[in-house]
């Protein structure tokens, strides 16, 4: 393939990954339930981005494009990726710095999105994943105006069905969020209203409570773990979490911080 005929395809036909938008559950109105799937190209081995790519570093690549959303999105937290992966937060990390600082045709792999809570995200590159477009015979069932937007009353239905699906009010999820910290509901408030709360706050309480909440442990329970025991303790067993080979991680970790578990025998061989 030469320069020119690259040049030429749009960057859905050149990358190794793909987002097909699904539209399932039709209705005569218009509407349907938004669903999302990643196609692997032949981009991907011969662009020689397999190639050059390390086991481990295609496994996080996989791993990472597993968090796609029915709206097509994949932009997924570090603790929603050391949770379901089962490593500790550092270690995820580490995974995927690896591929933030490898470069493909000039550009990062994957961005890290960085956020003020430190939930902070991980963004594959355009380059690398791109969202291919409405292909005919999705378009039989919709009415379509000739400068190719939607029908006002379909993409009204089609806005409806998603936000009935998909949204809460922002009531619910403050009262969710702050439930699940064992915040106050107007010390929550207080800390998305102001700046002052955010300036005192312990960086070190902030970072065992992410750390707690990854492997499930939330809410007033990390809230009375956090009070009653030292935070090297906590942050100890937390480090140690992954050589215990737990099945219940959140209740081994509960039983290793009141009782102070030694050093696991995986990291003294």
């Given amino acids: 393939m030469d320069s020119s005929e690259t040049q030429s395809q749009s960057a859905w036909e050149t990358a190794p990954f793909v987002v097909e938008h699904l539209r399932l559950d039709r209705k005569p109105d218009g509407s349907f339930r938004p669903a999302a799937s990643i196609l692997m190209t032949p981009a991907l081995r011969t662009s020689g981005l ?14 990472l494009l597993s968090f796609v ?32 600082d490898t470069q ?74 702050a439930e699940f910290y064992g915040w106050r509901r107007s010390e929550y408030a207080e800390k998305e209203e102001t700046s002052e709360i ?35 303790q906590i942050h100890r067993q937390l480090d140690w979490l992954p050589y215990r080979n737990a099945r219940n991680r959140s209740g081994l970790l509960l039983a290793a911080i009141e009782q102070d578990y030694a050093e696991p025998r995986a990291m003294r061989t």
């Fill in 69 to 100: 959303t029915p709206n097509g999105r994949c932009l997924p937290s570090v603790q929603e990726m050391a949770l379901a992966m089962g490593v500790s937060e550092n270690k995820m990390r580490a995974r995927m710095n690896r591929l933030t």
């Fill in 104 to 177: 493909w045709l000039g550009k990062a792999l994957v961005h890290e999105i960085k956020r003020p809570t430190g939930m902070d995200a991980y963004a594959l590159s355009p380059e690398i994943l791109a969202e291919a477009p409405w292909q005919p015979d999705d378009m039989q069932n919709l009415q379509v105006e000739p400068d190719g937007r939607l029908v006002h009353s379909v993409r009204d239905a089609i806005v409806a069905h998603s936000r009935e699906r998909y949204t809460k009010p922002r009531a619910d999820v403050e009262r969710e969020i």
């Fill in 198 to 232: 955010a300036a005192k706050a312990d960086p070190q309480r902030d970072d065992l409570r992410r750390r707690l909440f990854a492997v499930g442990v939330g809410g007033s329970q990390a809230e009375e773990l956090l009070d009653a025991y030292p935070a090297d």
């Fill in 50 to 63: 397999l190639a050059s790519l390390p086991a481990e570093e295609v496994k996080s690549l996989i791993f």
